[in-house]
């Protein structure tokens, strides 16, 4: 795999596969990066399961 099919994490800044497999929680923070941060691309699969469970914690308005 050559280096232009990575991004860039916008939060950790570690290189990551768009493509690559996804988790649940990985899928419901693209949701999250799509719908209300408007980041949707720029987050690595770990940091956008650690926004889903953070939301999923404390942001009740999400998942009513």
């Known amino acids: 795999m050559d280096s232009s ?5 916008g939060l950790c800044g570690k ?3 768009p493509n690559g497999p996804s ?3 990985a899928e419901a923070g693209e ?3 799509g719908e209300v ?8 699969p770990l940091c956008r399961e650690k ?3 953070l ?10």
Do not use: K, T
Request: hydrophobic fraction near 35%; charged fraction near 30%.
């Open 5 to 9: 099919e990575h991004s860039v994490c």
């Open 15 to 17: 290189e990551f596969d």
């Open 23 to 25: 988790s649940p929680y």
């Open 31 to 33: 949701w999250l990066a």
């Open 37 to 44: 941060w408007r980041d949707a691309g720029e987050l690595c």
């Open 51 to 53: 926004r889903a469970r």
């Open 55 to 64: 939301v999923m914690m404390y942001c009740h308005e999400y998942y009513r």
